[in-house]
């Protein structure tokens, strides 16, 4: 079946642009995370949604970033005014209980 | 503070040969703890997860060990291959927060030669 798929795969913006990216969980899943990979780091936790809770924002590093997930299925992380220190990979992941989770792709995000 | 620290950062063997990872963690109160293999350029892959009462899993030709009094794990991988070079990371989950808050180690980079 379709995995988590992720869009685009590669973005490059100018500092001080906004950014959408997109996120496709499997299809049923429950909750969907995002994550932020920088160069030699581990991955860091950003957003967890599960079903029509409220989010957890806790991970989010600064008021420019946000996202939402729509009827419980797509999600878009936005960074606003986007910052040279924003270029990462953003990975995204779901899952239906809380023994596993399955990653997308990921974005690769470049602010020039 | 929860941390989920990896060593060595990098490896690098000979095909055909056995290696073992190893991860050191701090997260409490301890739920479960994933090894997940990280292709470049793809997503992540779980190779296993073990609960508090599991001390060894094995998936194939990787076989993960859980210390959960020393808080620590390993992952040995026998018989290396060339597909087996990627990164390999430790996950941990906490138990405090609900479906697996977790947390990542940096990852052991891998490189497996001819």
């Known amino acids: 079946g379709a995995g988590v798929s992720q869009s685009p795969s590669n973005k490059v913006t100018e500092k001080g642009k906004d950014v959408e990216l997109r996120c496709d969980p499997i299809?049923?899943?429950?909750?969907l995370y995002w994550y932020r990979q920088s160069l030699g780091q581990g991955l860091e936790f950003l957003i967890y949604?599960?079903?029509?809770?409220?989010?957890?924002k806790s991970g989010l590093p600064s008021d420019r970033f946000s996202a939402e997930r729509t009827g419980g299925s797509v999600s878009t992380l936005t960074i606003q005014r986007t910052q040279q220190e924003d270029s990462a990979v953003y990975l995204c992941?779901?899952?239906?209980?809380?023994?596993?989770?399955?990653f997308g792709p990921g974005t690769r995000l470049t602010v020039t | 503070k929860n941390q989920v620290e990896q060593s060595p950062q990098s490896l690098i063997i000979l095909e055909g040969k056995n290696c073992t990872l190893q991860c050191n963690y701090t997260v409490s109160p301890f739920s479960n703890l994933r090894w997940y293999k990280q292709d470049t350029g793809r997503g992540p892959v779980s190779l296993t997860i073990m609960t508090f009462s599991e001390n060894t899993k094995s998936n194939g030709r990787y076989t993960a060990t859980l210390d959960a009094d020393t808080k620590q794990s390993s992952l040995h991988i026998t018989a290396s291959q060339l597909s087996d070079s990627a990164s390999y990371i430790c996950?941990?989950?906490?138990?405090?927060?609900?479906?697996?808050?977790?947390?990542f180690g940096r990852g052991t980079q891998l490189t497996v030669w001819p």
């Open positions: 949604f599960q079903g029509n809770s409220a989010p957890d």
């Open positions: 299809s049923g899943h429950t909750a």
């Open positions: 996950v941990v989950a906490d138990r405090g927060s609900t479906l697996g808050r977790l947390y």
């Open positions: 992941a779901s899952s239906l209980d809380w023994y596993e989770q399955y």
